[in-house]
């Protein structure tokens, strides 16, 4: 076992790094032809890569466009700490890798928003917690009521706003609004606008924390007449489960 894993690495290092790491010894033909074999591998290697990553942002593509974006992609897969990742990780960090290239603060918000959504939908499945599933708790029970994040929710903040980046969401994102809540309660990932007081909820709040501490500080921010909506809104969106702890 232990020399198939060895063959294994030298292969991949020759994939990644070319003939001057070419592993003596572990082909039967001559180099030359076990380097015309290896460089057509790679070529395949790297165009499924340069796919991945296309249909992983493709909304970022679209904006971009195919050129641009091709032409990133390229860079960005031959960084040092992206060649050795597998395809569901490939993408990860592409909006900080944009931010440093490109004077696009849109494609920089769309690529956090793709990349974001694609965690949410491969996240662990939970059963998130119902407005209605309060109706049956006293005073007590309610404030006592452990919460926790949905293992599916991301929420992104972006620097342009809701409306103009993503219109689908322009009829339900006033203006202003720049937080993006993702969830997936289900089957289906889900994308709620959010005001500034729901997503500093989320961001603030030290989950797991039983309800009366999440009221406490929607109460502290806005105030006893928006404190209970802006929580509704968070479960309303999937986005709290019961804690177990």
């Known amino acids: 076992m232990g020399d198939l894993l060895d063959d294994q690495a030298r292969f991949i290092a020759v994939l990644q790094k070319g003939p001057s790491v070419f592993p003596e010894g572990l082909f039967a033909d001559a180099p030359e032809r076990a380097l015309l074999g290896l460089k057509a591998h790679a070529n395949t290697i790297s165009h499924a890569r340069l796919v991945a990553l296309e249909e992983t942002y493709p909304r970022t593509r679209e904006h971009l466009g195919e050129a641009a974006f091709n032409a990133l992609s390229r860079d960005f897969i031959e960084r040092a700490e992206v060649r050795p990742r597998k395809l569901m990780q490939l993408g990860e960090g592409l909006a900080d890798f944009l931010a440093d290239r490109v004077h696009d603060v849109a494609a920089v918000d769309l690529a956090r928003v793709e990349w974001a959504w694609l965690q949410s939908y491969h996240a662990a499945e939970a059963e998130p917690l119902q407005l209605a599933d309060l109706a049956a708790l006293d005073e007590d029970g309610l404030l006592d009521l452990g919460l926790a994040l949905h293992p599916a929710a991301r929420l992104i903040r972006t620097q342009t706003p809701l409306g103009p980046l993503m219109?689908?969401?322009?009829?339900?994102?006033?203006?202003h609004m720049r937080f993006l809540l993702i969830t997936r309660p289900a089957y289906e990932v889900l994308l709620h606008p959010l005001d500034a007081i729901s997503a500093d909820l989320l961001r603030q709040t030290h989950?797991?924390?039983?309800?009366?501490?999440?009221?406490?500080?929607?109460?502290?921010?806005?105030?006893?007449?928006?404190?209970?909506?802006?929580?509704?809104?968070?479960?309303?969106?999937?986005?709290?489960?019961?804690?177990?702890?």
């Open 207 to 245: 989950f797991p924390a039983p309800m009366r501490n999440l009221l406490a500080q929607a109460i502290e921010r806005a105030g006893e007449a928006e404190a209970l909506p802006a929580i509704f809104a968070l479960i309303s969106a999937g986005a709290l489960v019961r804690s177990q702890g």
């Open 167 to 175: 219109p689908e969401l322009a009829e339900c994102a006033a203006p």
